[in-house]
C-alpha cells in the first residue's frame, strides 16, 4: 500500500470514530524487566507514601536519581515504539526505512543541540526569547526551520578552510 492510500484509509477511520473520549497512553509495566519493575515499584512507595499530596522537595532531591531513571525508561521505551511503529506504518521498502531512521537520528541531535543552547544561555536572554516568540504568536505554530549544520560541523569546516 502506498502512503497516500493509507493516509487516505487512515482519514476515513478517524472521521469515523468519535474523539470526544480523552484517552492516554500508557507503558504496560509487564513489557519492563524486572530491574525496571523495581525501580517504578520504589518510586510508587515513594509517592503512595505522600499520598494524596506530593512528596516534599527534599524527598525528591534525595531520590533524584530514581526519577531520572525512571523518566529516561520512558523516553527510550517511547522512542523505541516510536522507532519501530513508524517506518512499520508509512514506509514502503528498506530504503524508506533507512530515510526515516536517519532524519529521525538527526532530528533528535539537532534537537539536543538546541536544547543544550538553551540551557546555556543566559536566564534573560532566554526569557526575552521567550517573550519574543510568544508575543509574535509562535509558541502555537509549527513550521518548517532551515537547517544549518551543527556548530561542531562549522567548526570542522572553518579549520580546514584555514589550513588552505
Not at 470514530?17 to 517504578?40: H, P, Q, V, W, Y
Request: hydrophobic share 35%; aromatic share 10%; charged share 35%.
Amino acid at each position: 500500500m502506498k502512503p497516500w492510500q493509507l493516509s487516505r484509509r487512515v482519514g476515513n477511520l478517524s472521521e469515523q470514530i468519535d474523539d470526544s473520549a480523552e484517552s492516554e497512553t500508557r507503558i504496560d509495566l509487564n513489557c519492563l524487566t524486572e530491574a525496571e519493575r523495581m525501580l517504578f515499584e520504589e518510586v510508587d512507595e515513594i509517592i503512595d507514601k505522600y499520598s494524596p499530596g506530593r512528596p516534599p522537595r527534599d524527598v525528591i532531591e534525595k531520590n533524584a536519581d530514581l526519577w531520572s531513571k525512571g523518566l529516561e525508561i520512558f523516553a527510550r521505551r517511547a522512542t523505541e515504539l516510536f522507532v519501530y511503529v513508524m517506518p512499520a506504518s508509512l514506509c514502503c521498502d528498506e530504503l524508506e526505512e533507512w530515510y526515516f531512521k536517519i532524519y529521525f537520528h538527526n532530528f533528535m541531535l539537532d534537537w539536543l543541540d538546541q536544547v543544550d543552547q538553551l540551557r546555556k544561555m543566559p536566564k534573560e536572554k532566554r526569557d526575552a526569547l521567550f517573550a519574543e516568540r510568544k508575543e509574535m504568536g509562535m509558541l502555537d505554530m509549527v513550521f518548517r526551520l532551515k537547517r544549518y549544520p551543527p556548530p561542531t560541523l562549522q567548526k570542522q569546516n572553518e579549520g580546514k578552510e584555514q589550513e588552505s
